[in-house]
């Protein structure tokens, strides 16, 4: 095994800890902003990275096709965006208002939203047999997030911003460990003269022309609406029934994902990616039904099983997702391509669910039965991406080789 520069364990490094960084500050923002009278901002705060996911990764992965190379660029990204995250916390915990915390979560977003579409390009673009390998990289990220919560409630960060410093720090040793990584040159035409449409990622939206990518990309916003609310209420559900370590409790579902992640490469070389995408929304609408059960029971052994659920939703359908979008286009636009799926669900999707859902919790919560309402109906959006999925989308078996083409630009017409 080559450890020094361009050694392949590097990647394994990078998705440790691009994974910490958000693994110490997203499960505890929700409560570190309600119990400081703030929880009003909290949809505001999660829609910040969606909001910048909007733009941002389709043009950084647009600079990744055709003027830098993605190892080198996610660093130079991780290394600024570190100093934004830390103004945000540094903001609360020194009492400068919460649109002080806004303003440089919004700008550490905007930097940070590319990184995961570009650390995936890297690990896709070098590792031999990716459908059975990336899964196995890709743990390490979450190792990351489990290591994460387990830290923030050893150190009873569950409410402070400390938590929100800890991940400035984990961002600068990513920046560095970026360096290090593989290098990935450019894919595009060599020379080739970068039009608007190029700079803004539009040669992608071209996936939209095959049908069942079009509703598997239609899917991925829907079923990122009902996302949201797991990251932005589950901690406050936990802590309003009793859990003292919400943090922790979170955690559950990066454990269930390892064991997703260990069984993902063998699902795809042995069956269809439509039915380990259905398996994803079938855990999704289950987690819910969970929550509103629990909201009704007031038991917290629901809400642990609803979190668990979470590994495997997530697994088989967002990391079967990349793997998917990567076999289907030429490899002079897979950052495009990758950036394209991060824009569709951690933007367009997470965004409209930051807000809907904000509004949603506050029309529910307060009243008779409130938690369970807020979930089940939240459950009725999972259905119905459900039902929209098996009514539109065929595919071949994933290890048949007998997949579409691969979609090309419209230069490479």
Request: net charge positive; aromatic share 16%.
């Amino acid at each position: 095994m080559k450890f020094g520069r361009g050694g392949f364990w590097w990647i394994s490094v990078a998705f440790f800890l691009l994974f910490v960084a958000p693994g110490l500050w997203t499960p505890a923002l929700p409560n570190i902003l309600s119990t400081r009278g703030l929880e009003w901002v909290i949809p505001y705060a999660f829609a910040a990275g969606p909001l910048a996911s909007l733009f941002s990764p389709l043009i950084f992965g647009s600079l990744a096709d055709y003027r830098f190379s993605a190892q080198k660029l996610m660093g130079t990204l991780s290394l600024a965006g570190a100093v934004f995250l830390g103004l945000a916390f540094a903001s609360i915990e020194w009492g400068w208002g919460p649109w002080a915390y806004l303003g440089f979560q919004w700008l550490n977003a905007l930097i940070a939203a590319p990184m995961m579409a570009l650390l995936s390009t890297v690990a896709l673009t070098h590792l031999d047999e990716p459908e059975k390998r990336f899964p196995l990289y890709r743990l390490w990220g979450t190792f990351g997030w489990i290591a994460a919560g387990l830290v923030v409630s050893f150190l009873a960060w569950d409410s402070s911003p400390m938590a929100g410093m800890a991940a400035m720090g984990a961002r600068i040793l990513l920046g560095l460990a970026c360096f290090m990584m593989p290098d990935t040159p450019p894919q595009g035409t060599p020379g080739q003269q970068l039009s608007w449409r190029r700079y803004f990622g539009m040669d992608a939206i071209h996936l939209f022309k095959e049908p069942s990518m079009r509703v598997f990309l239609i899917t991925t916003v829907l079923l990122s609406i009902p996302l949201a609310a797991f990251y932005m209420y589950t901690p406050i559900l936990l802590r309003d029934l009793g859990d003292g370590h919400p943090a922790a409790s979170m955690t559950l579902g990066q454990v269930t994902e390892v064991v997703a992640l260990l069984l993902l490469g063998g699902f795809l070389a042995r069956g269809r990616v439509k039915w380990v995408l259905v398996a994803a929304l079938a855990f999704a609408l289950l987690r819910y039904l969970l929550f509103a059960f629990a909201g009704w029971s007031g038991s917290l052994w629901w809400v642990w099983l609803g979190i668990a659920m979470h590994g495997p939703c997530y697994t088989f359908y967002y990391v079967t997702g990349q793997m998917l979008v990567n076999r289907r286009v030429e490899p002079g636009m897979r950052n495009q391509a990758q950036a394209l799926l991060g824009t569709l669900s951690s933007g367009m999707g997470a965004c409209s669910g930051s807000l809907l859902c904000g509004w949603y919790y506050g029309a529910c919560i307060g009243m008779p039965g409130g938690w369970s309402f807020f979930w089940l109906g939240l459950s009725m959006v999972v259905l119905a991406c459900v039902l929209f999925f098996l009514s539109g989308y065929r595919s071949q078996r994933s290890g048949s080789g007998s997949e579409p083409g691969a979609v090309h630009g419209k230069s490479g017409k």
